[in-house]
């Protein structure tokens, strides 16, 4: 009996081409980003949006309820 699973929640506003990640690093458990020039790590604010996850090839962020996502390579 196979069950057909749907994609998680995919809504979110791609905020890529306006910042520019050009590192990421692992401190112990938590990763860093390096963000326009800037240091920051999950909970930190960027333009008034919430860092809510920090992944090897994105970073998504909160605000007002909406969500966003920037996307980068290596």
């Known amino acids: 009996n196979a069950t057909t699973g749907q994609a998680p929640e995919q809504s ?3 905020v890529t ?14 990763l860093s980003v390096v963000i326009n020039g800037r240091i920051l790590m999950k909970r930190d604010s960027l333009d008034g949006m919430l860092i809510t996850l920090i992944e090897p090839t994105a970073v998504h962020l909160e605000k007002e309820g909406v969500r966003y996502r920037i996307d980068f390579n290596r």
Do not use: L, P
């Open 12 to 14: 979110f506003v791609n």
């Open 17 to 30: 081409d306006k910042y520019e990640v050009t590192g990421i690093s692992n401190q112990g458990n938590r």
